[in-house]
């Protein structure tokens, strides 16, 4: 990535972080005070914690693959199928989680993260088949 300076010269910006994960990693783009943005780079057959955050509230961009995203916010659990061009708005205390039905890109735009701010109920990893059979079979299409 370029931005030309003051001076009308080109430089080359760095990522602020790259975070390596079992599911595949995630590129920070910028983190301040102010907002945070990431692209996550999601592995077929995997998927990342179910989680909440206290602090933090996140929108999901889909760039690219099929990823299936999981919700439960007051009672209230959601299961459906995300493809390019999709968006996902996770508020405070809501749990999420997101496996990837297909090598995909995703774009999070959020509030300030904190790695303390992270609260997971069930870890990230490998899915086997049989388990996202049956949750496919919960889907609505």
């Given at each position: 990535m370029q931005t030309i300076n003051a001076l009308g010269q080109k430089q080359k910006m760095q990522l602020v972080n790259f975070a390596e994960k079992e599911w595949g990693h995630e590129e920070w783009i910028v983190n301040n005070d102010l907002y945070c943005g990431k692209k996550l780079i999601l592995k077929k057959g995997f998927r990342c914690s179910m989680h909440m955050h206290k602090v933090k509230d996140e929108t999901f961009y889909i760039l690219s693959g099929k990823v299936l995203m999981e919700t439960e916010f007051e009672g209230e659990?959601?299961?459906?199928?995300?493809?390019?061009?999709d968006i996902q708005h996770i508020k405070i205390n809501m749990l999420h989680r997101f496996t990837g039905l297909e090598d995909s890109q995703i774009m999070e735009f959020s509030t300030f993260h904190m790695d303390s701010d992270s609260y997971r109920v069930e870890v990230s990893g490998k899915v086997a088949q049989e388990e996202l059979n049956n949750?496919?079979?919960?889907?609505e299409f």
């Amino acid at each position: 990535m370029q931005t030309i300076n003051a001076l009308g010269q080109k430089q080359k910006m760095q990522l602020v972080n790259f975070a390596e994960k079992e599911w595949g990693h995630e590129e920070w783009i910028v983190n301040n005070d102010l907002y945070c943005g990431k692209k996550l780079i999601l592995k077929k057959g995997f998927r990342c914690s179910m989680h909440m955050h206290k602090v933090k509230d996140e929108t999901f961009y889909i760039l690219s693959g099929k990823v299936l995203m999981e919700t439960e916010f007051e009672g209230e659990k959601t299961v459906k199928i995300m493809e390019a061009g999709d968006i996902q708005h996770i508020k405070i205390n809501m749990l999420h989680r997101f496996t990837g039905l297909e090598d995909s890109q995703i774009m999070e735009f959020s509030t300030f993260h904190m790695d303390s701010d992270s609260y997971r109920v069930e870890v990230s990893g490998k899915v086997a088949q049989e388990e996202l059979n049956n949750i496919l079979s919960k889907v609505e299409f």
